[in-house]
């Protein structure tokens, strides 16, 4: 069970092929991931990429949505189609026996995907229904209301989902050019897992890649975090406050430090129970049943968050504690007790997070699309053991810029 990168050149493109081989099942993954198409490709209307994404899970046009599924269901085929916020990906999952098959759907999904009025009118009106449900989802809408802050005036504010007005503007005419734009050969990475030959593979998808139009490939762009410190009510009947903060957080993806960043952020308040905002909010002050700080670092954006619902009356407590901890946390550092307890969890689950075949293939994709070489997570973890206090207790000092936190607050009052 080996990651290899192998490349495939089709037509004057290098297409990277990540291969994560396993036999332990007759089961095969395959995505097809295409860069800098998610959500942050939303530069017209927000959602559209999901909202494209839905079309993709229609079916083909020939066959439509319901006869497509069951021609998938009775091989028991899976493919669909999803987005991040920096990439669109069509996966196929299928036994090792039904592969060719598998490949057959597939690429009739690239070539005629349903692009049909009906099909556009069924992804609004789910969408718009999945839209009025969220209105109600407080912690949904702090998250937006909190991303809106960090990133006001720019494509990463924008709900991925996107709101009521952007997917009632959306029409047959922007998916069609939103698929032309981002399916395309230039901007794409496959992943592949499982109990299969990569270069029998090769030969098969080589002709579907052939097929797709060239496109052209553009790299992601890094979105600032907003320095200003800002603060956004919103009102509605709740029963809790719901407290959503932020803050830029300097640091790349294949930053050297970036280990002792994530070490630092799992004593903050990554790790639960234990965690500085777990053990100061809930055990001590019983503000909140439970409160979190994540390390948020992709190509396109590097900070923190976090959140925690706390008692009506006690919001403004529940906020000034968070600021303390983090004040606290930037200017003293942490304990000896505190790094060793970290070590023990992060090496101790890493079995964990590898145990499936699609946890590796996801690790290793990871690797290569951060632009590190593969093997990148356990030379990480190989820091981590080796990280001392003084180290890590420098490198947090020397991150104030996590002070300059904003928050989004969804309160009755």
Do not use: W
């Given at each position: 069970?080996?990651?290899?990168?192998?490349?495939?050149?089709?037509?004057?493109?290098?297409?990277?092929?990540?291969?994560?081989?396993?036999?332990?099942?007759?089961?095969?993954?395959?995505?097809?991931?295409?860069?800098?198409?998610?959500?942050?490709?939303?530069?017209?209307?927000?959602?559209?990429?999901?909202?494209?994404?839905?079309?993709?899970?229609?079916?083909?046009?020939?066959?439509?949505?319901?006869?497509?599924?069951?021609?998938?269901?009775?091989?028991?085929?899976?493919?669909?189609?999803?987005?991040?916020?920096?990439?669109?990906?069509?996966?196929?999952?299928?036994?090792?026996?039904?592969?060719?098959e598998g490949l057959k759907y597939f690429e009739l999904l690239l070539k005629d995907p349903n692009?049909?009025?009906?099909?556009?009118?069924?992804?609004?009106?789910?969408?718009?229904g999945n839209l009025a449900r969220k209105e109600n989802d407080f912690d949904y809408v702090a998250?937006?209301?909190?991303?809106?802050?960090?990133?006001?005036?720019?494509?990463?504010?924008?709900?991925?989902?996107?709101?009521?007005?952007?997917?009632?503007?959306?029409?047959?005419?922007?998916?069609?050019?939103?698929?032309?734009?981002?399916?395309?050969?230039?901007?794409?990475?496959?992943?592949?897992?499982?109990?299969?030959?990569?270069?029998?593979?090769?030969?098969?998808?080589?002709?579907?890649?052939?097929?797709?139009?060239?496109?052209?490939?553009?790299?992601?762009?890094?979105?600032?975090?907003?320095?200003?410190?800002?603060?956004?009510?919103?009102?509605?009947?709740?029963?809790?406050?719901?407290?959503?903060?932020?803050?830029?957080?300097?640091?790349?993806?294949?930053?050297?430090?970036?280990?002792?960043?994530?070490?630092?952020?799992?004593?903050?308040?990554?790790?639960?129970?234990?965690?500085?905002?777990?053990?100061?909010?809930?055990?001590?002050?019983?503000?909140?049943?439970?409160?979190?700080?994540?390390?948020?670092?992709?190509?396109?954006?590097?900070?923190?968050?976090?959140?925690?619902?706390?008692?009506?009356?006690?919001?403004?407590?529940?906020?000034?504690?968070?600021?303390?901890?983090?004040?606290?946390?930037?200017?003293?550092?942490?304990?000896?007790?505190?790094?060793?307890?970290?070590?023990?969890?992060?090496?101790?689950?890493?079995?964990?997070?590898?145990?499936?075949?699609?946890?590796?293939?996801?690790?290793?994709?990871?690797?290569?699309?951060?632009?590190?070489?593969?093997?990148?997570?356990?030379?990480?973890?190989?820091?981590?053991?080796?990280?001392?206090?003084?180290?890590?207790?420098?490198?947090?000092?020397?991150?104030?810029?996590?002070?300059?936190?904003?928050?989004?607050?969804?309160?009755?009052?």
């Amino acid at each position: 069970m080996a990651a290899t990168v192998e490349e495939l050149n089709i037509k004057d493109i290098n297409v990277p092929i990540v291969f994560e081989e396993d036999k332990r099942l007759p089961l095969v993954t395959m995505q097809f991931i295409f860069q800098n198409s998610g959500s942050i490709a939303d530069t017209t209307k927000a959602g559209l990429a999901k909202f494209s994404a839905k079309i993709m899970n229609e079916g083909t046009k020939e066959l439509g949505s319901s006869a497509f599924a069951e021609k998938l269901e009775s091989r028991a085929i899976h493919i669909s189609a999803s987005t991040g916020k920096e990439t669109f990906v069509i996966e196929l999952g299928c036994l090792k026996e039904e592969l060719d098959e598998g490949l057959k759907y597939f690429e009739l999904l690239l070539k005629d995907p349903n692009l049909t009025q009906e099909a556009v009118k069924k992804v609004k009106t789910t969408t718009l229904g999945n839209l009025a449900r969220k209105e109600n989802d407080f912690d949904y809408v702090a998250s937006n209301e909190l991303k809106a802050l960090l990133f006001e005036g720019s494509v990463l504010a924008n709900p991925s989902s996107g709101t009521v007005e952007s997917v009632k503007s959306i029409d047959l005419n922007d998916v069609q050019d939103f698929l032309d734009k981002n399916l395309v050969r230039s901007k794409l990475i496959v992943a592949v897992g499982g109990d299969v030959d990569i270069k029998e593979l090769k030969d098969k998808i080589s002709k579907i890649i052939a097929s797709m139009p060239k496109g052209e490939a553009s790299s992601v762009k890094k979105y600032e975090v907003s320095k200003e410190v800002k603060e956004k009510i919103v009102k509605k009947e709740t029963q809790q406050a719901y407290i959503y903060f932020g803050s830029p957080y300097d640091i790349s993806v294949n930053s050297e430090d970036y280990y002792k960043a994530r070490v630092a952020t799992f004593i903050l308040g990554a790790g639960g129970f234990g965690s500085r905002l777990m053990e100061e909010i809930r055990v001590k002050k019983g503000l909140a049943y439970s409160a979190y700080a994540r390390l948020q670092v992709s190509k396109s954006s590097s900070y923190m968050s976090g959140y925690l619902q706390t008692k009506l009356e006690s919001l403004e407590d529940a906020k000034a504690t968070v600021k303390k901890i983090v004040a606290d946390f930037v200017k003293e550092g942490v304990t000896e007790e505190e790094l060793e307890q970290t070590k023990k969890f992060l090496l101790g689950s890493e079995p964990l997070r590898v145990e499936t075949m699609s946890q590796r293939l996801h690790r290793t994709f990871m690797e290569f699309y951060n632009g590190q070489e593969l093997g990148n997570s356990l030379k990480e973890l190989e820091k981590i053991e080796k990280l001392k206090l003084d180290d890590l207790n420098e490198f947090i000092k020397s991150h104030k810029e996590i002070l300059d936190m904003s928050f989004a607050i969804v309160t009755k009052r």
